[in-house]
């Protein structure tokens, strides 16, 4: 007998955003980062993926008092670090045909935190041709029109139309799909549900293939130890209208996870070092989070996405 998915999510969520709590100062920016951010995965992607955890674990009022205090300071500390907006508007404002500056302002911006000159660039630029024409993979289409539905802008956009032109929305062949295209697959259901708080957003058809093959591509990935895209894949199950949160997965996750809350991207052996532990396994701690808490709000019972977040103590 195993024991409630929701026990093991909220298990593996808790650890998992403690962990990214108490080694937050390895996202900090060097001193003299500029908007032109000549390595952004370095640390300004981390410092986005862990507010997208943060605002997910208090938009979902899932979770405990711990965890939410966790949550809190890892956007506090994030949004502290972008300068209370500045950076990335002047990033945006320089550089008008990349997305990341709204991409990364959403996390924050589903918490409550704003930048009035920011929220001002984008209602300009999300309307220029140049802008909304720019190149991308359909999944990354998606992701930046749900970033601008976050930040409350008029994009609009056909979500039906957009998800055709996805992998995921030619239903393929199951056995076809590989490593980089069931990340697409799950970035897909991630930007189209905005995190669960849409599931109507997937389509019947979309929503059973997904039930009929998500088990499989679980025990596929987990035959090889592939524990960062096996918790991306839960995450899509809580995402389901009928969502999926089977206990013998969520053990599978919690088996991995270490007494101090780091889960491991794969089987590779983890470092010693803090700051390499961190640098190796923090995207997958994020996710694991995020899963965790998504399962636990769905579990419960809990509307996707209903209950909004108190304004931010540090936010415009």
């Not at 500390?77 to 959403?106: C, I, K, N």
């Not at 409350?152 to 393929?172: E, F, M, Q, S």
């Not at 700051?275 to 709000?297: I, K, M, P, W, Y």
């Amino acid at each position: 007998m195993t024991a409630p998915a929701t026990a093991i999510a909220q298990k593996v969520a808790t650890g998992a955003v403690g962990w990214l709590d108490a080694h937050h100062e390895f996202t900090a920016l060097p001193p003299d980062t500029t908007a032109d951010l000549a390595d952004p995965d370095s640390v300004y992607k981390p410092l986005g993926e862990s507010a997208l955890a943060g605002s997910l674990i208090l938009r979902e009022s899932a979770a405990g008092g711990k965890e939410v205090r966790s949550a809190r300071r890892l956007l506090d500390y994030g949004w502290a670090q972008f300068r209370s907006g500045d950076l990335l508007y002047e990033r945006q404002l320089r550089h008008s045909l990349m997305t990341d500056p709204l991409e990364v302002y959403a996390h924050f911006a589903r918490a409550g935190y704003r930048h009035e000159g920011m929220d001002r660039l984008l209602r300009h630029t999300t309307t220029l041709r140049s802008v909304r024409a720019v190149e991308m993979f359909p999944n990354r289409r998606l992701a930046v029109a749900n970033a601008a539905r976050i930040a409350g802008l008029d994009y609009h956009v056909d979500w039906a139309d957009l998800t055709r032109a996805t992998w995921l929305g030619a239903t393929p062949e199951p056995w076809a799909i590989n490593w980089l295209t069931a990340y697409s697959l799950t970035h897909t259901v991630f930007h189209v549900t905005d995190w669960g708080a849409r599931p109507d957003g997937l389509s019947p058809e979309l929503s059973d293939y997904l039930a009929m093959w998500l088990p499989v591509w679980v025990d596929i990935w987990a035959e090889v130890s592939q524990w960062d895209l096996i918790a991306e894949l839960l995450i899509v199950g809580a995402c389901l209208e009928e969502p999926l949160i089977d206990p013998e997965h969520w053990e599978l996750l919690a088996g991995v996870q270490h007494e101090d809350g780091l889960v491991p991207q794969n089987a590779e052996p983890v470092e010693d070092d803090p700051e390499q532990r961190f640098n190796d396994h923090q995207h997958t701690a994020v996710v694991a989070a995020v899963a965790g808490t998504l399962a636990v709000s769905r579990t419960l019972g809990g509307a996707p996405g209903a209950v909004a977040p108190e304004p931010a103590s540090g936010a415009p």
